[in-house]
Each structure stands twice: as structure tokens, then as C-alpha cells.
């Protein structure tokens, strides 16, 4: 098994510009899964990116071929050991996304793989999202004695109540990328990385070439409503930093992890 401080070191978040296009890639060998670290440096990055003149629109990815993003690192959450270190924990997908929320460039979502938990937040914070067929997606955090809190209101406003309840509460089933565009997670779906990557050049090409002023004013109606949601996802995280300490939780994240 992966030493839990070696595991949680791991992997990268890249922030790279080629023209007026800035791309942010992270990456964890397990399955670009997130812990803490990765957290805090991703949130800093979309809030870099969004400061940068030349930047004009973001593109957000992972690294590798296979998963987007399997959501928060098992490794750190069964070793935390008190409330704060939850909280702090889970904080670092309330940062994420409000970064995402508050960043005034148009943030574009590329998800090559399947997506769970902290993965489909990240999906659901962006504000244009395309995927490959295999972008399959899953909310287990009931399945291991939490719930999907922190991310869950930007599910939420994505995919309505209706739609992210059943993600919530059927949280050992994956549903298709198919689904996941007919409810609006995905603006489009391609049988291939390389279309889908050719599909987000020329839509960034164009943003590109976009009035900036107009695009952050685009942004500012499209995110109405949440300016709540520095307090929302921190309360949440507060949730999810009890839940976590639980036996029932840790048990079944460690039945979780043997599979």
C-alpha cells in the first residue's frame, strides 16, 4: 500500500499559456485523485490565471489518459484525526470551486475519463464542460459515510436537484456521459480525446478573440446567486469534517479502499 505522506506528495498542477489560452493541469498517479496539496495549488492557479492579462480563457484538464479525476485522496482522508484537519480537508474543494466561481475568466472543462465525487465538482465548476465517451460519473461519498456536500451545490446549479439527487443517492452506479450531457453536465460528448481536443481549440481560439470585458460580465450573470457560497461550501466542509471522523465512515472507507 502507498505510504500515506508519499501519496499525499505526490503528482502536479500546471499552469501553462499559449497565446491567450491558459491551461491548468493536475495530476496524481491514483487516479488523479486530489489531496490536499494538489487542493490548495489548483485554487491558486484558476485564481493566478484569472489575474493574468494574456490570459483570456482557461482551459482546465488532468493529465493522463484514463480518469479525470477520482476525487478526494483516500490516503489523507483516513488519516485525518480531528475536526479542523477535516474541515481544512474539505475546505480544499470549497476553495476550488469558488475560485472557479469568482475567477473572471471563462473557465472551459476537459474530461477525458471517468469523474467521482470532488471530480464531478470540478466538472460542475467550470463553465463549459466537453468529454469523451468514457467520461462516465459517480457521486459515491454516501457509499463511504459522508455525502456529497461541498460539492454539492455546484452539482446542483449544474444539473438541477433532481438530476444530482439521484447521483447522490445511488452512489455506488455510474451514469454515462451520455446522461451527464442530456442533464447539462456536458456541453458535448465525442468518441475521442483528439475530437474532443480539437473541439476545445477552436472554441478557445475563439474566446480568445473575445471581448474580455464582455465575457467576465457573462460570467458574473451566469454565476448570480451564489455569492453565498464562500460561507455555503465552508459550512459544508464543516459537515464533512465530523462525518469523516466517524467509525462508520472510517470503517467503510477502509472496505472501500481494499476493493
Given at each position: 500500500m502507498t505510504d500515506v505522506a508519499e501519496a499525499v506528495d505526490q503528482g502536479y498542477v500546471d499552469l501553462t499559456i499559449d497565446g491567450g489560452i491558459g491551461v491548468i493541469e493536475f495530476f496524481h498517479p491514483l487516479s488523479n485523485s486530489l489531496p490536499s496539496k494538489l487542493l490548495n495549488?489548483?485554487?491558486e492557479s484558476i485564481t493566478e490565471a484569472g489575474q493574468i492579462t494574456n490570459i483570456k480563457v482557461i482551459v482546465l484538464r488532468s493529465g493522463g489518459e484514463r480518469a479525470f479525476c477520482a476525487g478526494a485522496?483516500?490516503?489523507?482522508?483516513?488519516?485525518?484525526?480531528?475536526?479542523?484537519?477535516?474541515?481544512?480537508?474539505?475546505s480544499?474543494?470549497?476553495?476550488v470551486i469558488n475560485a472557479a466561481r469568482k475567477c473572471p475568466k471563462l473557465i472551459i472543462g476537459r474530461v477525458q475519463g471517468k469523474a467521482v465525487g470532488g471530480g464531478v465538482g470540478l466538472a460542475s465548476a467550470v463553465d463549459y464542460c466537453l468529454a469523451t465517451q468514457y467520461a462516465s460519473i459517480k457521486l459515491s461519498e454516501l457509499a463511504v459515510g459522508i455525502g456529497?456536500?461541498?460539492?454539492?451545490?455546484?452539482?446542483?446549479?449544474?444539473?438541477?436537484?433532481?438530476a444530482m439527487s439521484q447521483l447522490a443517492i445511488n452512489a455506488t452506479e455510474w451514469q454515462t456521459a451520455a446522461w451527464a450531457k442530456s442533464?447539462?453536465?456536458?456541453?458535448?460528448?465525442?468518441?475521442?480525446?483528439?475530437?474532443?481536443?480539437?473541439?476545445?481549440?477552436t472554441l478557445a481560439d475563439k474566446l480568445s478573440s473575445s471581448n474580455p470585458e464582455a465575457m467576465a460580465h457573462l460570467k458574473?450573470?451566469?454565476?448570480?446567486?451564489?455569492?453565498?457560497?464562500?460561507?455555503?461550501?465552508?459550512?459544508?466542509?464543516?459537515?464533512?469534517?465530523?462525518?469523516?471522523?466517524?467509525?462508520?465512515t472510517r470503517e467503510a472507507i477502509n472496505k472501500f479502499k481494499k476493493k
Open positions: 495549488k489548483l485554487a485522496s483516500f490516503d489523507e482522508l483516513i488519516a485525518i484525526q480531528d475536526f479542523d484537519e477535516g474541515k481544512t480537508f474539505f480544499g474543494f470549497a476553495n456529497p456536500f461541498v460539492v454539492g451545490p455546484a452539482v446542483e446549479r449544474k444539473i438541477g436537484v433532481s442533464k447539462g453536465l456536458y456541453a458535448d460528448v465525442f468518441d475521442s480525446a483528439q475530437e474532443m481536443d480539437d473541439a476545445i481549440l458574473r450573470i451566469f454565476w448570480e446567486g451564489t455569492e453565498n457560497w464562500d460561507d455555503l461550501l465552508i459550512e459544508r466542509a464543516e459537515t464533512s469534517g465530523k462525518l469523516v471522523l466517524s467509525d462508520f
